[in-house]
């Protein structure tokens, strides 16, 4: 059985610990922290820090099927430290997870209108300019049709603000 996973805050450091074995972050080096959406009453929170990453969650697994809630003191651990990475960590970024519709569609466009000039270069070194300017046209339509969507998809989550986490993402 693997041992449990104890999280918390020492002095200035956040530490994890596992058995016998300990990690230890300055709360001042911590770059971001993204909140999961709740599954379940389930929570959980990513820390990156410049030397690794640590998830925190607020239920521990007893067995199958089966997990303690340990909501309480992962809320009170939880706000304790984005209090203290507010005053040592202001860069810090506190966010929810999720990839906003917005950012996926400029990727979408991004990779498409970099297809389109691939497929024009090599038909082009194939001898076969016509039909890849054909197939490229079609595909430089279909970037216009999605630009036009844009406007209408809701731009990223802004950041939280550590000082006054929402009620929603913590107990």
Same mark, same amino acid.
């Given at each position: 059985m693997r041992p449990e996973t104890v999280w918390r805050l020492e002095g200035d450091d956040f530490v994890e610990q596992v058995g016998r074995r300990q990690r230890r972050w300055p709360v001042s080096s911590l770059l971001a922290a993204r909140f999961a959406a709740p599954i379940g009453g389930r929570r959980a929170v990513s820390l990156r820090f410049p030397r690794g990453r640590v998830l925190v969650v607020s239920h521990s697994w007893a067995g199958?099927? +089966?997990?303690? !809630?340990?909501?309480?003191?992962?809320?009170?651990?939880?706000?304790?430290? $984005?209090? +203290?990475?507010? !005053?040592?960590?202001?860069?810090?970024?506190?966010?929810?997870?999720?990839? $906003?519709?917005?950012?996926?569609?400029?990727?979408?466009v991004a990779l498409l209108g970099g297809g389109a000039a691939a497929l024009v270069l090599f038909s082009m070194t194939a001898g076969a300019a016509a039909m890849g300017i054909a197939m490229a046209a079609r595909m430089v339509f279909l970037l216009i049709l999605i630009f036009a969507v844009t406007p209408w998809l809701t731009p990223a989550a802004p950041a939280l603000n550590p000082r006054d986490l929402p009620h929603g993402i913590l107990p």
């Amino acid at each position: 059985m693997r041992p449990e996973t104890v999280w918390r805050l020492e002095g200035d450091d956040f530490v994890e610990q596992v058995g016998r074995r300990q990690r230890r972050w300055p709360v001042s080096s911590l770059l971001a922290a993204r909140f999961a959406a709740p599954i379940g009453g389930r929570r959980a929170v990513s820390l990156r820090f410049p030397r690794g990453r640590v998830l925190v969650v607020s239920h521990s697994w007893a067995g199958p099927g +089966r997990f303690e !809630d340990r909501s309480a003191g992962f809320s009170t651990l939880v706000r304790a430290l $984005a209090l +203290r990475a507010a !005053d040592s960590a202001p860069a810090a970024r506190f966010t929810t997870t999720g990839v $906003a519709a917005q950012d996926a569609f400029i990727w979408a466009v991004a990779l498409l209108g970099g297809g389109a000039a691939a497929l024009v270069l090599f038909s082009m070194t194939a001898g076969a300019a016509a039909m890849g300017i054909a197939m490229a046209a079609r595909m430089v339509f279909l970037l216009i049709l999605i630009f036009a969507v844009t406007p209408w998809l809701t731009p990223a989550a802004p950041a939280l603000n550590p000082r006054d986490l929402p009620h929603g993402i913590l107990p």
